[in-house]
């Protein structure tokens, strides 16, 4: 099985609040499914999770950073993807002071519009009231790690 690399980014407004993205899947193997999940994507050739955390950063919200430190999260679960490869997926998470809630979604791919539905900033109370998917699952949990240090 492939491992995929990814960084992902908790991205957090001066309100506390985190950015996430709602994918909503119209086509493939993952068909009809929608969840909510932090912004990121794969690790490209050459890359370490840390320079692909900034390149998602900014190409995902707009949100320019000179860098970032250590990674406050780690997930590896299975995977599927929307071409119905099943791969390991590796995530690491980075923390993103954000100094506004503006998301720019000028630099995305045709992938990230065809399936990003919206975007929202949620508060940490309301993560584990919702009744929605939401990735990864001790999302409040990593978010409350990350202000705290």
């Known amino acids: 099985m492939r491992v995929r690399k990814s960084a992902r980014l908790l991205v957090v407004s001066p309100a ?19 969840y909510w999940a932090t912004p ?3 690790v490209e050739e050459g890359e370490t999770f840390a320079s692909a955390a900034l390149r998602e950063l ?7 950073a ?14 599927r993807m929307s ?6 997926a590796l995530e690491h998470y980075f923390y993103v002071r954000a100094a506004t809630e503006e998301v720019c979604n000028s630099l995305w791919t045709t992938e990230e ?6 975007h929202r900033w949620w508060t940490l109370d309301d993560l584990p009231l919702s009744e929605e998917t939401i990735w990864p699952e001790r999302l409040t949990e990593m978010v409350a790690r990350a202000l705290a240090a």
């Open 83 to 88: 071409d119905g490869e099943v791969v390991e």
């Open 58 to 64: 900014l190409e995902e919200t707009g949100i320019r």
């Open 113 to 118: 519009r065809a399936v990003i539905a919206e």
């Open 40 to 42: 990121g994507g794969a």
């Open 66 to 79: 000179p860098s970032l430190g250590e990674p406050v999260g780690f997930r590896r679960f299975e995977m």
């Open 16 to 34: 506390r609040r985190i950015l996430l993205f709602r994918f909503a899947h119209a086509s493939g193997a993952l068909n009809g499914s929608s």
